[in-house]
């Protein structure tokens, strides 16, 4: 167990929709980054937040927003959701050390249709 | 920008036999460099990762992993692979000691393990 929770397990939207995903970190844990991994490829960095503020980007259109909260949880906001959207997310937590051991958690399933 | 290649997709040994998995990562500087494996239905669990020091990296698991910067690859190894260890493993890179957390992965490689 990492400690690390995601919630819904699965979700399914169509095109347009919005969404949003929600993680939950260790105690502790004030950094927060979220990867998009589609079917049979590796994760891509989406974006990391660091006492809740947004601290760095990956290659993601600004449809992508986050929030971290205080109570060390965090979401991943995607508006006008598009086909390629399609993928399982993954957030990840680690303490204060940028070299501190990062703990994923299992994922949220997004389908778009 | 950095990059990571992992050539084989899929993989298959028999259980007890030796494993190494390939990574060859793009990179000008000293990168930082992890393997993690992500079972169905799981997330990614850190195996190992390299950050300086000793070149040869002890994981968990029995695994271990080499950094070869001549060749630039950082491949895992495990002497005697167990039925439990087949997953997708994925090899990554930071690209500095401040961003060693905003990592880009290969496009994993597949373990089976025949019985």
């Known amino acids: 167990e990492t400690g690390v929770t995601q919630s819904p397990t699965h979700l399914i939207k169509t095109r347009g929709q919005q969404v949003t995903l929600r993680c939950s970190s260790q105690?502790?844990?004030?950094?927060v980054s979220w990867y998009q991994q589609a079917l049979g490829q590796g994760p891509q960095f989406i974006f990391q937040y660091y006492r809740e503020e947004e601290n760095g980007r990956g290659n993601f259109p600004p449809r992508f927003s986050g929030l971290q909260f205080p109570n060390y949880s965090s979401e991943l906001n995607v508006n006008a959701l598009e086909l390629d959207d399609s993928a399982l997310y993954l957030c990840a937590s680690r303490g204060r050390l940028s070299t501190d051991t990062q703990y994923f958690g299992p994922g949220t399933r997004l389908t778009v249709l | 920008a950095q990059s990571v290649t992992q050539p084989d997709i899929h993989i298959t040994v028999s259980e007890g036999a030796s494993l190494e998995l390939r990574c060859n990562y793009s990179y000008g500087a000293t990168p930082y460099l992890f393997w993690y494996v992500q079972s169905p239905g799981q997330g990614l669990q850190l195996l190992l990762k390299y950050f300086s020091g000793d070149t040869l990296v002890q994981g968990i698991k029995g695994f271990e992993a080499e950094f070869k910067r001549s060749q630039s690859s950082f491949n895992l190894r495990k002497p005697s692979v167990h039925w439990s260890d087949a997953a997708e493993y994925f090899c990554a890179v930071g690209a500095t000691k401040s961003s060693g957390d905003k990592l880009t992965f290969g496009t994993g490689t597949r373990l089976a393990v025949r019985p």
């Open positions: 105690s502790g844990h004030n950094t």
